[in-house]
């Protein structure tokens, strides 16, 4: 194989296997939902065991083994959790997302600890965030 076609191949793979755009380098598609959900399960296995969710960062610690997702994601600010807010059956309101949802869009965990997609305006204007 000549050099030049041999060039032209490795160019070729390295474009197809780089990507275009969408996720910032390092995170991979669909890391911030896998977090989301595995705090949604957390959240909820809390609940079932009359215990209450981390009320602060020094708090995550006790819970992190269950989180083996979410617990790096929350301490890298990939993830943002609305610290105190419990799983409640039927609530829409935001329990955690995703730290670009406000300028981007991107994941939310509602507290009934499903996830869903918003766009940055429906998070701006419509999301209700929980309180504690």
């Known amino acids: 194989m000549s050099r030049t076609l041999w060039a032209v191949v490795v160019a070729a793979g390295l ?11 390092g995170a991979p598609i669909g890391e911030g939902k896998a977090a989301l959900e595995d705090l949604g399960q957390m959240l909820k296995d809390l609940a079932s065991e009359n215990r209450k969710p981390p009320a602060k960062l020094a708090e995550l610690e006790a819970v992190e083994p ?3 997702v979410a617990g790096p994601a929350v301490r890298s600010g990939e993830v943002v959790y609305l610290w105190g807010t419990p799983y409640a059956a039927g609530g829409t309101q935001v329990a955690a997302h995703e730290k670009k949802v406000p300028t981007e869009g991107g994941f939310v965990l509602l507290q009934d600890g499903t996830v869903k997609e918003m766009t940055a305006s ?3 204007a419509a999301a209700p965030k929980a309180k504690r």
């Open 66 to 68: 269950m989180i083996p």
């Open 122 to 124: 429906e998070f701006q």
């Open 15 to 25: 474009a197809m296997t780089s990507g275009c755009g969408g996720s910032p380098p």
